[in-house]
């Protein structure tokens, strides 16, 4: 009898795991609105080579074990379509889990309590099972272990035979991108040889020069501060035309120039910096291997160049840029992981009181607003409420949003004080901002939170810009950068093509890498064509991204023609 119960054990287990392991499949069946016969194919292709997988050891468990990958690709799957509601497991999702930092994924954790139950429902039974087999050394029987294997073999023919017509009867069908989990596991790979290009990015790079030198005179004190905000919508700030207080202190500035039109060209944070900060554009992204960022340009001019960063260390292009500055610090290696981004305006007031050296270019790397909403504003700051929600769900969408736009209020707040110090220091000065992207919050039907999903949104390509320009930038360098400035603003804007010329320029630095054409400063200012890089760093028009029919309609509502 007991001889019975084990080899039911076993002969249940390789039975009910391939049928769990098929549960993304159909799900990504609906969700990606495949075709027929790419759908039947996307589901019994794999079930039939778990099955034969399945059939291939007469130890259950031990077989169970080495399904493990797969367990994991179909439990991130899961996770994956909870939070965005489709799209397999990108390249980018894999190299999100390699740069996001430990606080960020435990925030993130927490609000995916059900997604995160339902695979823990799903796929730890089998596993105790496995191992329960495994100490009781269960077997399935012969008899079932071989028709199992045939009926598995038949099945598998069957399912290429789909595969063909489903290629042949689908022209735009891959392998690699369509069938599950073909795709992940070629993603994979993909983001395994851009972490190995990271890696040994210092010897690719060594020898890249801007070819730099400034026009200003040498002696002539001045400072250029860029500031980079994190996963700031444009749509929630007041000097956008958001019907909320939530540029309070701004909105008072007279000289500040505001970007009504800005458009980011990638929804991830790795990407976006890196073109922030460079003269890399969403057409050329993959030269960053042998690529450095401005602050190596300011450095060839004769500045000295100093880093603040609210994030962490990421092993990421970004954090290699970041070591090309003068001075570096990561404040949260200094105050904990609690570190606020109002510290780094104790970074800027050190920078602009060093007399050691009159020429400065500054970046300052804001928390912004990432998620956790609340952990990134003072008790001071809490303006809109109630903002105190438990976890992150559509019901709790108003508590969200409230918490969002007190993390505006406090970088608005920031940059106000920027300003300040500029100002105070009788230094010619300019001072940008941008945000690196936006960020979903269950806006609409698609129910989409967070940010970096496979197809981005409005919400999180719309994105705010602001400059300004100290009264004595103004009378050293003449006011015609002010004006067109001014002039330029009412243009669509790329932000992660147009910083880059913005700031050189107007620090008078003359470099090949220099588009005069893209630069906000410039009276010969042409709008860049609006595109997205994708997962596998293509640059396609913004249109072809995967915006929808919401999407394109909001973008209209700010007059931004993406066509």
Same mark, same amino acid.
């Given at each position: ?5 084990e080899?039911? !054990? ?8 391939? +049928?769990?392991? =098929?549960?993304?499949?159909?799900? +990504?069946? $609906? &969700?990606e ?9 996307n589901?019994?292709l *794999?079930?039939s ?8 050891w ?10 493990? *990958?797969?367990?994991a690709y ?12 489709? /799209? ?17 994924? !435990? ?5 995916l309590?059900?997604?995160?139950a $339902? ?5 730890? *039974?089998?596993?105790v099972?496995a191992v329960v ?14 028709k199992? #294997?045939?009926c598995?073999?038949i ?10 017509i489903?290629?042949?009867?689908e ?6 991108r369509d069938?599950?989990? $073909?795709? $992940?596991?070629?993603n ?8 190995i ?11 890249? &020069? ?6 200003h005179p040498a ?11 994190e996963t700031?919508?444009g ?6 035309? %958001? ?9 008072? /500035? ?5 970007f ?17 900060i ?5 057409e ?10 401005m ?18 260390? @990421? ?11 003068d001075?570096l610090? %990561?404040?949260?290696? #200094?105050? !904990?992981r ?6 780094l ?6 920078a602009?009181s ?7 270019f ?9 998620? @956790? %909403?609340?952990?990134r504003?003072?008790e001071?700051?809490?303006?809109? &409420?109630?903002d ?20 505006? #209020?406090?970088?608005?707040s ?10 105070e ?6 001072? =940008? ?27 999180? +390509? %719309? ?7 100290? !009264? ?27 910083v880059? *010329? ?17 630069s906000l ?8 064509? +609006? ?5 596998l760093?293509?640059?396609v028009?913004?249109?072809e991204?995967?915006?929808?029919e ?8 700010k ?5």
């Amino acid at each position: 009898m007991k001889r019975f119960k084990e080899l039911n !054990g076993s002969t249940l287990l390789a039975v009910s795991l391939p +049928l769990l392991l =098929i549960v993304p499949n159909v799900a +990504l069946c $609906v &969700t990606e609105r495949m075709g027929l016969w790419s759908s039947l194919t996307n589901i019994f292709l *794999p079930l039939s080579i778990y099955f034969l997988l399945m059939s291939l050891w007469k130890r259950t468990g031990i077989a169970t074990l080495l399904m493990l *990958p797969f367990m994991a690709y179909a439990g991130f799957q899961i996770v994956l379509l909870y939070l965005y509601g489709g /799209s397999i497991i990108a390249v980018d999702m894999f190299l999100n889990v390699v740069t996001t930092n430990a606080t960020e994924v !435990g925030e993130l954790l927490g609000n995916l309590v059900f997604a995160i139950a $339902v695979v823990i429902i799903l796929y730890i *039974p089998p596993l105790v099972s496995a191992v329960v087999l495994i100490f009781k050394h269960g077997t399935l029987p012969f008899s079932f272990m071989r028709k199992l #294997r045939q009926c598995s073999v038949i099945a598998v023919i069957c399912s290429c035979i789909m595969l063909s017509i489903t290629i042949l009867t689908e022209p735009k069908y891959k392998i690699t991108r369509d069938l599950f989990p $073909v795709n $992940v596991i070629s993603n994979m790979c993909r983001a395994i040889e851009r972490t190995i290009k990271v890696s040994n990015y210092e010897e690719t790079s060594r020898n890249f &020069t801007y070819d730099a030198s400034s026009s200003h005179p040498a002696d002539m004190p001045e400072v250029y501060l860029l500031v980079i905000g994190e996963t700031s919508r444009g749509e929630n700030w007041q000097l956008l035309g %958001y019907d909320r207080e939530t540029n309070p202190e701004l909105s008072q /500035s007279d000289s500040l120039i505001i970007f009504r039109k800005a458009v980011t060209q990638s929804n991830t944070t790795h990407k976006s910096v890196p073109m922030i900060i460079s003269s890399l554009t969403a057409e050329n992204f993959d030269s960053i291997t042998h690529h450095k960022s401005m602050i190596t340009a300011f450095k060839e001019s004769g500045f000295h160049t100093y880093l603040f960063s609210n994030q962490t260390r @990421n092993r990421s292009y970004t954090e290699h840029f970041c070591n090309e500055a003068d001075e570096l610090e %990561y404040i949260k290696e #200094r105050l !904990g992981r609690g570190a606020m981004d109002h510290e780094l305006l104790k970074n800027l007031a050190y920078a602009l009181s060093d007399t050691t050296y009159i020429k400065k270019f500054i970046i300052l790397h804001t928390y912004g607003s990432h998620f @956790n %909403y609340r952990d990134r504003y003072t008790e001071d700051f809490a303006i809109f &409420t109630p903002d105190n929600y438990t976890d992150a769900n559509l019901g709790n969408r108003p508590l969200l949003v409230n918490s969002f736009d007190n993390t505006i #209020r406090y970088i608005d707040s920031f940059l106000a004080q920027a300003i300040l110090l500029l100002n105070e220091s009788g230094i010619p000065a300019v001072m =940008i901002y941008t945000s690196d992207h936006g960020e979903d919050i269950f806006d609409d039907s698609r129910h989409r939170f967070l940010h970096a999903s496979p197809t981005p949104t409005f919400h999180q +390509l %719309y994105v705010p810009m602001i400059a300004w320009l100290s !009264g004595e930038y103004i009378m050293q360098f003449s006011d015609s950068a002010y004006i067109n400035l001014k002039k330029n603003s009412d243009f669509t804007i790329s932000t992660t093509v147009s910083v880059f *010329p913005t700031m050189v320029d107007l620090a008078g630095i003359s470099t090949p890498y220099l588009k005069k054409d893209k630069s906000l400063s410039g009276n010969g200012f042409s709008p860049a064509p +609006l595109l997205y890089i994708t997962d596998l760093n293509e640059a396609v028009p913004l249109m072809e991204s995967g915006i929808t029919e919401n999407d394109i309609e909001l973008f209209n509502d700010k007059h931004i023609n993406i066509n």
